[in-house]
């Protein structure tokens, strides 16, 4: 079974609606990440959690919102989705160390 | 604005040939450099790290960082089709331990 698992793996959703991206991790990590990747521009962080009581806004958290229900669980949310919010998402988790693990990915769309 | 800096390719190598990426980063506080490998569509997969100035070998992948220059490089010898990916540096900054990325450079070995 994969270590970081991302659910759902595609979604196609409409403007306005409010969606949820989960993340599961079996790693043991306490860091957890949610990066966002357009092509050409690589990947920008969205939010980053150190532990279930500690999140952080990373350099695009505007639009977003996320939710960190346990140590092994990490979910982002569009309050209201816009078309610029079309791309892929990725959840990472990381141990104390810098090196990140990332999940298979969500390619979202915003019609 | 801290930045790390890739050319984006496609970079194009015949098999079985050295292939040479490199990356630069503007923060001289960096302390811990890492390349990511890419496949379309796919997450990114940490493939090597380095942390003190010099050579790191790893099979085929030989990873060099120089801090006085602020660059970091990937080699990977006999280069096989299957290394055709898109590849990515990726370097901390400060003490929170987020990772800032380059925009990838694509790798395409010719058979």
């Known amino acids: 079974d994969a270590d970081v698992t991302q659910t759902p793996r595609n979604r196609i959703t409409k403007t306005g609606k409010r969606i949820m991206l989960e993340c599961s991790q079996t790693?043991?990590?306490?860091?957890m990440y949610w990066y966002r990747q357009d092509p050409g521009l690589g990947l920008r962080l969205i939010y980053y959690?150190?532990?279930?009581?500690?999140?952080n806004k990373g350099e695009i958290s505007d639009g977003y919102s996320v939710s960190r229900q346990a140590q092994a669980k990490f979910s982002l949310s569009l309050e209201s989705a816009i078309p610029n919010q079309t791309a892929l998402y990725f959840c990472a988790t990381s141990d104390l160390g810098f090196e990140q693990y990332f999940g298979p990915g969500t390619r979202l769309t915003v019609t | 604005q801290k930045e790390v800096e890739q050319n984006s390719g496609p970079l194009s190598v015949p098999e079985g040939a050295i292939a040479s990426l490199n990356c630069t980063y503007s923060d001289r506080g960096s302390q811990s450099f890492f390349w990511y490998r890419q496949y379309s569509g796919k997450s990114p997969e940490l493939i090597m790290s380095i942390y003190s100035n010099g050579d790191k070998e790893d099979g085929r992948f030989t990873a060099q960082l120089n801090k006085a220059s602020q660059y970091v490089s990937l080699l990977i010898r006999d280069s096989q089709p299957s290394d055709s990916a898109t590849y990515l540096c990726a370097v901390t900054v400060d003490s929170n331990y987020q990772l800032i990325w380059g925009a990838g450079t694509k790798l395409i070995i010719k058979p």
């Open positions: 959690s150190f532990d279930v009581k500690d999140i």
């Open positions: 790693k043991g990590h306490d860091r």
